[in-house]
């Protein structure tokens, strides 16, 4: 009975125009317009889908969980994000210094 | 990088996974450090063999089950009793035989083929839920069907849905959200006939009559009796032991039932605990459970002959597939490049 052990086809779905395409899951198929078919039975027979993708699971070359150093930061990597930087505290002491020299003057 | 697809994985005989392999502890201890973080297990990822067979076992016999939930309901969309009602069985019945397709992918990644799991199941090697071992014998009992056991199933997966195994998850993510129509439309159906006249009201609790013990012991065998419940949650592979899922739908709707004016049979000694909290009845035989799910129930050699047809008369879908694979511009372009 092994007449439908065919390929595997990874399922991307997609819910709204704009948005990203979802992994959502995978099927056996001959070929990917019976896979997209069969997706299509699967994932985007419920809920809204404007469009789905099928890729032959041996296309996709992945990185391994194990790889954890791939993306660990070794460094601080904080001059790359917006809360490495201060500038709400720097203006308001600023703004503070300039209301102090105006009341000397 | 590897070449894999995130459904890949699935080798059994991952070296070390066995107590005793070299390298076994350390690897589990890894591994249950992550389980209880709350991390969830890959295909790909190592894992004890004890976790790969449970797993394995376990949503062989959800999906067996969904396959087989289909058939008693299946039986009646001829006589539906409304073309409202008959759009609905429909849909309900497409979903449930839909949840099994997920649920054996999600088996597959674990190294065993759904056409593996399918042969078992029409073989009668491979077991399903004892409830689907009864006949349907009334539109009553459609009814009690998609609201009682569907309610019992759905207390089983939202749990299931948060354990450790990532491919299971995800397909309970999408079958609960499936599962709440069932359920409500199954709960729609009984009010209609719990309402109705006095021919519908008694149809309805005679169905609860003969589902009770079936629906009692939905949840598998007590906390006492039952084995490896330790392991497994541990492993979250179960997050909740039998006895506590039971209390948990007996809370939810014992009060529901008596709430439509019906009872459940006295045999059962059913009274809610003010004290403990929790309710009180009289153990189910759980040898007689394990006879039914054994294949001796009233409908289980029905069951296996309705599906044993369906997988024969299904033959020439799957023959038709096959046939015209690879005969499309972008079959072609695919196999080329493969
Ligand atoms: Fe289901
Ligand atoms: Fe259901």
Not at chain 2, 36 to 61: C, F, N, T
Not at chain 2, 215 to 235: A, E, N, Q
Not at chain 2, 321 to 332: C, H, T
């Amino acid at each position: 009975m092994s007449d439908t052990q065919w390929q595997i086809f990874e399922v991307f779905h997609q819910q709204v125009r704009g948005e990203p395409h979802v992994y959502v899951g995978s099927v056996h198929a001959p070929d990917p317009e019976a896979a997209l078919i069969l997706a299509k039975e699967q994932y985007g027979r419920r809920q809204a889908s404007v469009s789905l993708w099928v890729v032959p699971e041996d296309a996709i070359t992945a990185t391994s969980y194990e790889d954890v150093d791939m993306f660990d930061h070794g460094t601080d990597k904080s001059y790359r994000e917006s809360f490495g930087y201060e500038t709400t505290k720097r203006i308001k002491s600023i703004v503070a210094d300039r209301t102090e020299s105006r009341g000397e003057a | 990088m590897v070449r894999v697809s995130p459904t890949r994985g699935g080798q059994p005989g991952l070296r070390g996974d066995k107590p005793g392999d070299p390298g076994y502890e350390e690897n589990l201890a890894a591994f249950e450090s992550r389980v209880s973080r709350g991390d969830k297990v890959e295909p790909g990822d190592w894992m004890p063999d004890a976790y790969r067979q449970q797993l394995i076992r376990l949503i062989h016999v959800h999906a067996n089950s969904e396959i087989c939930g289909a058939l008693p309901e299946g039986g009646w969309i001829p006589n539906a009793p409304s073309l409202k009602r008959k759009l609905a069985l429909i849909a309900k019945v497409q979903d449930e035989v839909g949840h099994a397709q997920l649920l054996y992918r999600a088996a597959e990644t674990l190294g065993k083929s759904r056409e593996e799991m399918i042969e078992e199941l029409i073989s009668g090697k491979a077991k399903y839920s004892n409830v689907f071992h009864y006949h349907a014998e009334t539109w009553a009992d459609v009814a009690t069907i998609s609201w009682l056991i569907d309610a019992g199933a759905i207390v089983n997966q939202t749990m299931m849905a948060e354990g450790s195994y990532g491919p299971y998850a995800r397909a309970l993510k999408r079958i609960c959200y499936e599962e709440a129509f069932h359920l409500t439309h199954g709960y729609d159906m009984c009010i209609t006939l719990a309402t109705g006249t006095k021919l519908q009201h008694d149809m309805l609790q005679d169905a609860v009559n003969r589902w009770w013990k079936p629906i009692m012991m939905f949840h598998g065998p007590g906390d006492k009796v039952s084995r490896h419940t330790d392991l497994l949650m541990r492993w979250r592979v179960k997050m909740k032991t039998n006895d506590e899922q039971r209390q948990q739908f007996l809370k939810q709707y014992m009060p529901k039932i008596y709430q439509l004016g019906l009872t459940v049979p006295d045999e059962w000694e059913m009274r809610f605990d003010e004290v403990e909290g929790v309710w009180r009845y009289r153990e189910p035989d759980w040898d007689e459970f394990l006879h039914v799910v054994r294949g001796n129930g009233p409908a289980s050699a029905l069951r296996l002959r309705t599906r044993k047809m369906a997988h024969e008369d299904g033959a020439w879908v799957r023959r038709a597939l096959q046939s015209a694979a690879g005969q499309s511009a972008v079959g072609e372009s695919v196999a080329g490049a493969g």
